[in-house]
């Protein structure tokens, strides 16, 4: 049996541009074409990074996965991928 990932960020919704962010990252993430589904995420201060599997419109033979990083001041992001899930899990906890 498998479990769910620990998603732990936080974000102040009352700011603008923490809001701003969060409405980013809610819409690459749900809605009819996802852009990535979430593995993991985290805050460090002025930014969050997320580990992301790619989620394509037609099905792919090799998965692909990403560590993405959201900037809050300035709102922003950017994203670098990795050929499996352990390459992109290692550079996503060398980050903390």
């Known amino acids: 049996m498998s479990s769910q990932p620990t998603i732990a960020a936080t974000l102040d919704l009352t700011n603008e541009n923490e809001r701003f962010i969060y409405n980013r990252i809610h819409g690459m993430h749900t809605g009819r074409c996802p852009l990535w589904r979430m593995l993991a995420i985290r805050r460090l201060d002025e930014r969050i990074c997320e580990l992301a599997e790619h989620v394509p419109r037609r099905p792919r033979k090799r998965r692909r996965f990403?560590?993405?990083h959201w900037s809050i001041n300035p709102p922003g992001l950017s994203w670098m991928d990795y050929p499996s899930?352990?390459?992109a899990r290692d550079a996503f906890n060398a980050i903390s």
């Open 66 to 68: 990403a560590v993405v």
């Open 85 to 87: 899930l352990r390459a």
